[in-house]
Each structure stands twice: as C-alpha cells, then as structure tokens.
C-alpha cells in the first residue's frame, strides 16, 4: 500500500521559514519523480517545485530563490524547505509522486492527504 505522508505545515509569519515532510511508503522512492503542488482557497492546484530521480529540480517562477526542493532516499522522504514566507504562499501544500510511464505502458501517481501553511502576521 503507497502512502505519502506530508508534515511540517503551521502558521508563520511573513518573513518566516518552515520545512515541510512528506515521508514516502510502499513505492521505490528513488525512481520516482517527486513533487510539492500547493492549492489556495478558490484556486487550482499547482506546481511548486519537482525533483527527479537524478536530481534535477524545477520551481515555481513565484518561488524561485525562496524555496528549495530536495529528498532523502535513504529515508525515503522529500522535503520542501520555504524561506522569506509571503502571505501568498499561504495554501494546503501536497507531495506527490509519478512513477512516468514504465517500460509495460502503466504509470502510477500519487498525493499525500495535504498540510496547511498559513503565513499571516
């Protein structure tokens, strides 16, 4: 059974940092293409940063210089640490994990239950 499980979320204030978790179960981890999507109230859910299994990174062009994505495989867990927080930024943020399409045509994608950031003053 595939869990991914996100911690870490809080409420900061503007200028803070927070890191968040998402530990990964029940996928190898290390093959995986690895993401932080956020969604805001009333908005679609996006792309914050991705990492793949060669460590490769992309980012959010909002993000970029603030946030930085990054995994521990031997852990199996991914990482999302977010510095000078805007209130923005403020969204339910979510891992996710896409295996690509594998060599039998199948692909598997899936999302943590979510954690909460809430940059306010």
């Known amino acids: 059974q595939v869990q991914l499980v996100e911690s870490g979320g809080d409420l900061v204030q503007p200028g803070g940092s927070l890191r968040l978790s998402c530990a990964a179960s029940?996928?190898?981890?290390?093959?995986?293409?690895m993401g932080w999507y956020r969604q805001a109230p009333g908005k679609q859910r996006e792309l914050v940063a991705g990492?793949?299994?060669?460590?490769?990174?992309n980012y959010a062009d909002s993000v970029k210089g603030r946030f930085t994505i990054s995994t521990d495989n031997a852990k199996n867990t991914l990482y999302l640490q977010m510095n000078s927080l805007k209130p923005e930024d403020t969204a339910v943020y979510y891992c996710?994990?896409?295996?690509?399409?594998?060599?039998?045509?199948?692909?598997?994608?899936?999302w943590g239950q979510g954690t909460q950031v809430t940059v306010s003053s």
């Open positions: 029940g996928i190898i981890f290390s093959i995986y293409v």
């Open positions: 996710n994990a896409d295996s690509g399409v594998l060599r039998d045509g199948t692909r598997y994608n899936y």
């Open positions: 990492i793949t299994s060669g460590g490769s990174t």
